[in-house]
């Protein structure tokens, strides 16, 4: 049977591609650190749904994931991988206990890397397989308080394109999925900032932003960017320069902390 693999499936946009893919006829690995989320996401999808508690900032995080996998569904395979899971904070990278800086670089980079070093390999030998990788518009803000988040998402866009050219003509492929800010709770917008926000196209719905994703990563395109106002304001961010972005973040950053 074809599996998909989602990390951090327990809540959130996690949670919507899990439910989205076990009604295409998917079975469902659900891999979170959450035990208590994990089984109520089992009672929702029912059949053909294999959880695997693991936290994901363990430096061997990723073949402990395939090792669950390959014991819970001996004849199975892995037909789509979303390396999903994420986290963010917004405090200074000097000022910030250096645990949570190896913990986003393992969440966000090293962790999905190598969950596609585990995976890809069998969906190449099979001809057929799926992988999205989540970046963010933040990969072309490199500013005060969101540069790690920012730059762990760059590197997720860059290895997402070297993988996708080198899986070519193998019935792999690769999509990169850019969003902007959704709206759940990773970040912490006031409703009336989160209202605006949406009207402007600069925040989408959770389920908006699966079901985008998810539609680009079955028609193999390279990326997907939801967001009107996302595709505008990526050509632009490179155009402020620091004496402005330094600016902004001595009179605003007090309000990130």
Known sequence: ???????????????????????????????????????????????????IVQDLSE?????????AFE?????GAVAVLINNAGF????????????????????????????????????KAAGRGYVLNISSVCAWMDWPAIGMYGNTK?????YSRSLRLECR???????TAIFGAVDTPLFGFSEKARRWMRRLGLMITPEKAVDKALRGMF???AQVIPGFGNLLLIPLL??????LISRAYRKFGKYLR
């Open 1 to 51: 049977m074809e599996f998909a693999l989602i990390t951090g499936a327990a809540s959130g946009m996690g949670r919507i591609y899990a439910l989205r893919l076990s009604e295409a006829g998917f079975g469902v690995v659900a891999v979170d650190r959450d035990r208590e989320r994990l089984e109520r996401l089992g009672v929702e999808i029912g059949e053909v749904f294999i959880p």
């Open 59 to 67: 430096p061997d995080a990723a073949a402990k994931v395939r090792r």
């Open 71 to 75: 014991e819970a569904a001996p004849d």
């Open 88 to 123: 963010i904070f917004t405090t200074e990278i000097a000022a910030t206990d250096p645990a949570k800086l190896q913990a986003m670089m393992a969440v966000h980079c090293t962790t999905p890397l190598l969950l596609c070093r585990e995976f890809v390999p069998g969906m």
């Open 154 to 158: 760059r590197f997720v866009k860059g």
């Open 169 to 175: 003509g193998s019935g792999v492929s690769v999509t």
């Open 219 to 221: 028609h193999r395109r």
């Open 238 to 243: 490179p155009l402020l320069g620091d004496r």
